[in-house]
């Protein structure tokens, strides 16, 4: 596991932060901010860091999301992020 540092900018306010998530891979890490965030803001497609895990309070803990609903994690967070699949 690894926290993965994604950067976000808002739709409409175009204002930019950073948020976290610790999981296996940074797809499972970027997809479950964008399932959190994605419908107001834009979520980078490459993550600006990485740490050990849950090093930062405020983490989308993701840690023990199961690889069995991968496919059901990528197709929501496509959803939200209006890509076709």
């Known amino acids: 596991m690894k926290q993965y540092t ?3 900018i808002h ?3 175009d204002r930019s932060n950073t948020v976290r998530a610790t999981a296996a891979t ?3 890490a970027r997809a479950q901010i964008v399932l959190m965030y994605g419908n107001q803001n834009t979520v980078a497609e ?3 860091d ?3 895990p849950h090093r930062i309070l405020g983490e989308i803990d993701c ?3 199961p690889d069995t609903d991968m496919a ?6 496509a959803q939200i992020e209006g890509v076709t699949a």
């Open 6 to 8: 994604y950067s976000i």
């Open 11 to 13: 739709k409409i306010l």
């Open 26 to 28: 940074p797809e499972i």
């Open 46 to 48: 490459l993550f600006c």
């Open 50 to 52: 990485i740490d050990p």
């Open 63 to 65: 840690s023990d999301f």
């Open 72 to 77: 059901w994690l990528m197709n929501e967070a």
